[in-house]
């Protein structure tokens, strides 16, 4: 209990009810590991350890924990109005939010579409694709291309495009009309790369392939994560974005980039699209929108996709699509104070100029017992270990649980442990967070 009476869950005395996500339920209820504060670069259990986050959440709080400035946004929204419908009516946050995102990014991606997730982002983007070709007249541009290993989310849209095996076997046929490329990583030829890798630009060609076997007429939409996050961080091959963009608009594809992680900073700019220079037609975002305050996620169309609809459609509603809560003014003014964080703190600089003494700081494990493979752009790290021969994803999963008794959270997606904290981090926690994980991986086997 607080001194405002607030009993806050610390210590819930029963585990059985909520079904947790993406989570080994029997194993946690067995032996949990609960947060209950967070402040900065830390979170801190319900028995007063700190944790360094090294992994910003879940890739989502880019500017760190426990941000006054959007604590208060949010108080004093709910406090003038906790919510308004966004259907046929507004209120003035979410237009704010949109222009103030709009400025952000780069080229002519000058309409924002809000949903509440990343999940939702990915789907909302292919519906807008299947759209703008509809209302141009070219209603059999129908099929969705991915790319194996993607990573879109859990609906049924970015289930279908995504590329990961354990999130699609469960749930059947999924979206029928879609089809994947080849993912860019490749041990033998792209292995301890540091930042892009030289080898791989022509695997966008796969996407050629595709086009032969389905005719360019029946495909609508390719969607790419820029760097792979979740499925173990795969940095695009130099040249790979350039070329999937230029086959893309041979062959009037949209080209659709997931930023849900590459966005706000992550990798030393604004947007991957920056990074990179390559202008995708839709870009979905969410995580570090809001820093995760509030749940939120937006996504950019260029402005020939917003003016296709507005022109096709004679009178009406232009585009059937829309969540309760899109622009919900909680998740709006969060959104503003965390825009306005980054610029004061010129944090996305900040990642830029950092993102050496992190690549070094990696580096230093080369060699280190069970490491096959390390990747790296601004701060994002991936380290992939060498699997069990009768246990795949085992030695990290036991990597995982001796860094965070060791004070560290990193995340781990199968042999791979990825690394993306807070842009506010310090050389002192980048030190920490390597000498942690090349001391847990001497202590296993
Ligand atoms: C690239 C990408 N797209 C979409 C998502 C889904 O976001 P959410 O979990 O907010 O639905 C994620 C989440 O990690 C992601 O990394």
Not at 97 to 109: H, I
Not at 172 to 189: A, N, Q, V
Not at 193 to 207: F, I, N, R, T, V
Not at 285 to 297: D, E, H, Q, S
């Amino acid at each position: 209990m607080d001194d405002n009476g607030i009993n806050y869950p610390d210590r819930p005395n029963d585990l059985e009810s909520f079904w947790m996500p993406f989570t080994t339920n029997k194993g946690f209820k067995q032996s949990p590991k609960l947060l209950s504060s967070a402040k900065d670069m830390h979170y801190q259990t319900p028995d007063g350890r700190q944790i360094l986050d090294g992994t910003a959440g879940l890739w989502c709080c880019n500017a760190g924990h426990g941000r006054e400035k959007i604590a208060e946004a949010i108080k004093a929204q709910a406090d003038r109005m906790d919510f308004a419908p966004t259907f046929n009516m507004g209120h003035p946050a979410a237009f704010e939010f949109a222009n103030r995102l709009v400025e952000l990014m780069p080229g002519t991606l000058d309409h924002v579409f809000f949903t509440n997730s990343g999940s939702e982002s990915a789907d909302t983007a292919l519906k807008i694709a299947l759209g703008y070709h509809y209302v141009r007249g070219n209603g059999s541009k129908t099929r969705l291309i991915g790319r194996e290993r993607g990573y879109h989310g859990t609906n049924f849209g970015g289930t279908s495009v995504g590329g990961i095996v354990k999130n699609r076997q469960f749930y059947g046929s999924l979206l029928s009309g879609t089809d994947h490329i080849r993912h860019t990583h490749d041990i033998e030829h792209n292995a301890f790369s540091k930042g892009q890798p030289e080898w791989g630009a022509h695997l966008a060609d796969d996407l050629e392939r595709l086009v032969q076997l389905h005719d360019a007429s029946t495909i609508a939409a390719v969607i790419v994560e820029p760097v792979a996050g979740s499925t173990g961080v795969l940095v695009p091959p130099k040249g790979y974005l350039q070329r999937l963009r230029e086959i893309c608009t041979k062959h009037d594809i949209l080209l659709i980039f997931d930023e849900v992680i590459t966005g706000f900073g992550r990798l030393g700019s604004t947007f991957a699209v920056e990074h990179f220079g390559v202008e995708p037609d839709l870009v979905t975002t969410a995580k570090g929108l809001t820093n995760a305050a509030v749940p939120m996620g937006a996504v950019f169309a260029q402005k020939k996709i917003y003016d296709a609809y507005m022109e096709n459609t004679k009178a009406g509603i232009e585009l059937f699509h829309g969540y309760t809560y899109s622009g919900h003014p909680l998740a709006a003014v969060a959104g503003i104070a965390t825009l306005d964080i980054y610029k004061e703190e010129g944090l996305f600089e900040r990642a830029a100029e950092l993102s050496s003494y992190w690549e070094e700081g990696l580096w230093s494990l080369k060699g280190g017992n069970h490491v096959i493979d390390l990747r790296n752009l601004g701060i994002i790290a991936g380290i992939e270990l060498e699997p069990r021969p009768d246990a795949p994803t085992a030695r990290a999963m036991e990597a995982f649980h001796k860094c965070f008794d060791d004070g560290l959270l990193v995340r781990v997606t199968g042999d791979i442990i990825a690394l993306s904290p807070p842009l506010i981090v310090e050389k002192t926690h980048i030190d920490q967070i390597f000498d942690t994980i090349g001391s847990v991986l001497k202590s296993i086997d």
